[in-house]
């Protein structure tokens, strides 16, 4: 099973198991499947499986959906098709900071070193390994920056503009 | 003017720091080109066709003593000893060595420097009217509102990867010097019934190979509201900018195919969220704001009578005061515009030594501050009416006091084929003979006010569409052309430049720029400038001078 970066730099095994729409659920998995997967059978998911998390394409249109769409839903899956496409910061921001998503949000898809800072501030906590990630210095990454000017669900807090605190 | 709070100079260390790590990741090969690329942009290095291109930001334009002298400094040690100052208001060097680029960042820190969001799909230099605080036609001062924008867009975690580069401009003037039409935002600062400063929000404008003027989608914001309304419309784009194909990337695509009433909407139902949030700036942060641009103590012992007397006794002083000097909010002081325009010279180019000399005359006569103008110029903004000649007498042994703002030779123009990757065709060898053919014939028509613009590609980094005239370069297997257009403006009377027709050989591109001009001569009534004339005549007599 691959690794997963932790926002505290940590590194640990993935749990989670992604599905395809027609995979069945192995015994007490915890399992990440497709929006629409979700909303066609969500209590049978949450029966059988230990979890549940979705995962969502970049264009998905998050604050479209019913409010309690993700309630019961333990991880949220984000992708980044390239480092270069940034729709999935909007959606991060959005489900934690209008949806107050609570479970875990995770990144995927081309995670890299020097964007952790960022996802990290719009609310990610879970994160894919970047390619060739020198464990040591993962925790550097994470918080390149100590201060920040914008206020965001995480990360620092907003010091400017205004007097500072 | 700004200075770094503590939090402002820590962030930018950092940034020094982490451009540094990456730098050295990449030339140890544990970073790809592909990865390096956005990283370095973001840092305003490009890699260009002869050698790195380094862009430093200006922010809002505003430059104190130190900072030239190390621009100066840096353009010496690193570089060629010179610089470019660009139509974003920030400075480009055009031959620095990858390896010192690390290094060059970390001189800049030390005053309160950097080249954060130069380049790359991010929220770009916010830019406003050179004479800030200053002009006799001013609202209120737009640079505090430009300090909060640049610290709100600065390494903004959502907007760092956005569909296309993202530029903001601020007008607080009747008279828009800004460029605010053409920008991705434009915000116009007034003032609302009750005498509060409200903005109205333009969107969509730019130019590039798809110009469009920017339509208002919102009347009259109140301040409060500010940043949270600029994140909405940065969020709406960000969401659904697109991104299949680079050339319908900016915002002002995605707002003319929605179409300015839906994305309004858009814009407007995402900001119902966020209003009233923690974007909310309240009125001690705008005070403060206010605070970081005092206006210098100015004196009532100015003597007026010396600077009249002067300009009568000289009268190449005097074409100088009337073409390169600018009202003033306050009796007895001007606002002198440098030309970096001089003949010869390439458009917005500036030696390290004249850009010492430059901070020393700040130093003595304008409270160590320099601005830098969107087209390519700078300005010193607090000078004293008794101490113009003095300056003249220096900025003139500096080739620094070509009597041509506003004129046709004050061009503006990109580095093109000559610097750029991307060009199709020389800019600043057109530019320098533009120069020399319209020196002497501006002497003797008097031209009047005549924005020339040209840009080396259809990027339109010389903003060509919003020429009086406007020249695009074009290649034609192999083979550099220039293509025309008339009645561009990026003023109040904002609209893009008309084709001309078929566009012109490299050998006739200043012959046409003649005929256009000589048109106009023989057309305009009274005291007509170019924009009136052609206004009023159209582009059929010129169409027919220069295919004749």
């Known amino acids: 099973m691959p690794d997963i970066l932790n926002p505290d730099g940590t590194i640990s095994q993935d749990l989670w198991l992604t599905l395809d729409d027609e995979q069945a659920i192995p015994d007490g998995a915890q399992i990440i499947v497709s929006l629409n997967r979700w909303q066609a059978q969500r209590d049978a998911l949450l029966n059988e499986a230990k979890a549940v998390g979705v995962s969502l394409d970049n264009t998905q249109c998050v604050d479209a959906l019913a409010s309690d769409s993700f309630a019961d839903v333990a991880l949220i899956a984000l992708n980044f098709p390239a480092f270069t496409d940034g729709r999935a910061y909007s959606q991060a921001r959005l489900l934690r900071e209008r949806l107050h998503f609570k479970g875990t949000l995770r990144a995927c898809g081309e995670v890299l070193h020097d964007q952790l800072f960022y996802m990290l501030r719009c609310g990610f906590d879970s994160f894919e390994i970047p390619a060739g990630l020198n464990p040591q210095q993962a925790e550097k990454f994470l918080h390149t920056f100590s201060v920040a000017y914008q206020p965001t669900s995480s990360g620092p807090k907003l010091q400017r503009p205004g007097p500072l605190a | ?548």
Not at chain 2, 26 to 48: C, F, H, K, M, T
Not at chain 2, 220 to 243: D, I, T
Not at chain 2, 353 to 370: G, K
Not at chain 2, 470 to 484: A, T
Request: aromatic share 8%.
């Open chain 2, 1 to 548: 003017m700004y200075k770094y709070s503590e939090l402002d100079q820590t962030l930018v260390n950092e940034r020094v720091n982490q451009f540094r790590d990456q730098t050295r990741r990449y030339l140890d090969g544990d970073l790809s080109e592909a990865q390096y690329l956005p990283l370095r942009l973001q840092n305003g290095l490009y890699i260009q066709r002869f050698a790195p291109m380094l862009r430093i930001a200006i922010p809002y334009g505003t430059l104190s003593s130190t900072q030239l002298r190390k621009l100066g400094e840096i353009a010496q040690r690193y570089d060629k000893g010179y610089g470019h100052f660009t139509t974003r208001t920030n400075l480009q060097l055009n031959w620095p060595k990858l390896e010192d680029v690390p290094e060059i960042l970390a001189e800049l820190a030390t005053v309160e420097m950097h080249a954060i969001q130069t380049s790359g799909n991010c929220i770009r230099n916010t830019t406003t009217d050179a004479l800030a605080g200053v002009a006799a036609d001013e609202i209120e001062d737009p640079r505090p509102w430009c300090e909060i924008i640049r610290q709100w867009s600065t390494f903004h975690p959502e907007f760092a990867f956005l569909p296309r580069k993202f530029k903001i401009a601020v007008s607080a003037t009747a008279k828009d010097r800004a460029a605010t039409r053409v920008h991705d935002i434009g915000l116009h600062l007034r003032h609302d019934d009750a005498g509060e400063p409200c903005f109205d929000v333009i969107v969509g404008g730019g130019l590039g190979r798809t110009p469009i003027i920017g339509t208002c989608i919102r009347e009259a914001l109140p301040w409060p509201h500010m940043l949270s309304y600029l994140e909405a419309v940065l969020r709406v784009y960000n969401r659904l900018g697109r991104r299949d194909n680079k050339y319908k990337a900016r915002i002002k695509i995605l707002v003319k195919e929605t179409g300015p009433e839906r994305f309004a909407e858009l814009v407007e139902q995402e900001w119902a969220h966020l209003k009233d949030g923690d974007l909310t700036l309240t009125a001690a942060q705008r005070n403060e704001a206010l605070g970081w641009f005092t206006l210098p103590a100015y004196a009532d012992d100015i003597d007026s009578a010396a600077f009249e007397a002067a300009k009568k006794n000289d009268a190449r002083f005097a074409l100088w005061c009337r073409n390169n000097i600018r009202a003033h909010k306050q009796p007895g002081y001007k606002a002198v515009i440098i030309s970096l325009k001089a003949p010869g010279e390439v458009p917005g180019d500036c030696s390290s030594q004249q850009m010492a000399a430059i901070a020393d005359l700040a130093d003595a006569h304008c409270n160590s501050e320099i601005r830098v103008m969107h087209e390519q110029n700078l300005v010193l903004t607090d000078v004293r009416e008794d101490a113009l000649f003095e300056i003249w007498q220096r900025l003139d042994a500096l080739q620094l006091a070509t009597p041509n703002i506003e004129k046709i030779t004050d061009l503006i123009c990109c580095p093109g084929l000559d610097f750029c990757a991307l060009a199709n065709a020389g800019s600043i060898g057109v530019a320098l003979e533009l120069n020399e053919r319209f020196e002497s014939l501006d002497d003797l028509h008097d031209l009047g006010d005549l924005r020339l613009n040209m840009s080396g590609c259809m990027n339109g980094c010389g903003h060509h569409s919003v020429g009086n005239i406007g020249i695009l370069g074009v290649d034609k297997k192999g083979e550099e052309w220039y293509q025309l257009t008339l009645g561009g403006s990026s003023r109040n009377d904002a609209r893009l430049g008309d084709r001309l027709g078929a566009a012109v050989s490299r050998a006739g591109v200043v012959d046409a720029v003649m005929q256009i001009v000589e048109v106009y001569v023989d057309q305009r009534q009274g005291e007509e400038n170019f924009m009136d004339t052609y206004l009023r005549v159209g582009l059929q007599p010129f169409k027919e001078a220069v295919y004749a």
